[in-house]
């Protein structure tokens, strides 16, 4: 099994940054993807972006583009959302899912989710 542990989130004020950490542990070799998703109150889960386990470029959701970068370090299994100029609109539950599935598209194994917000 994967177990995935999320940490870094927190309040911040709008314009600020912040860095989230989901470090996986157990089996990752049977990771194929790993993605960041959020889910704001009232509203519906969304990808904000993934990258393959084994490297290459990430995918990023079109509305953070330029303002959130995913990336990973294979030493300690660890991949990070870094957020810069956060704006409240970014309030959310943030969570890092992990796919073992061919694909960026499904991903079965959730971390506990870390809460950001942002703060006008």
């Known amino acids: 099994q994967v177990q995935l542990v999320e940490s870094g989130g927190g309040l911040v004020q709008a314009g600020g940054s912040l860095r989230l950490s989901c470090a996986a542990s157990?089996?990752?070799?049977?990771?194929?993807?790993l993605a960041w998703f959020r889910q704001a109150p009232g509203k519906e889960r969304e990808l904000v972006g993934s990258?393959?386990?084994?490297?290459?470029?990430?995918y990023y959701k079109d509305s953070v583009k330029g303002r959130v970068t995913i990336s990973r370090d294979n030493a300690k299994d660890t991949v990070y959302l870094q957020m810069n100029n956060l704006k409240p609109e970014d309030t959310a539950v943030y969570y890092c899912?992990?796919?073992?599935?061919?694909?960026?598209?499904?991903?079965?194994?959730w971390g506990q989710g870390a809460q950001v917000t942002v703060s006008s």
């Open positions: 157990g089996r990752t070799d049977s990771i194929y993807a």
């Open positions: 990258i393959k386990w084994s490297g290459g470029s990430p």
């Open positions: 899912a992990a796919g073992r599935y061919p694909d960026l598209v499904r991903y079965d194994l």
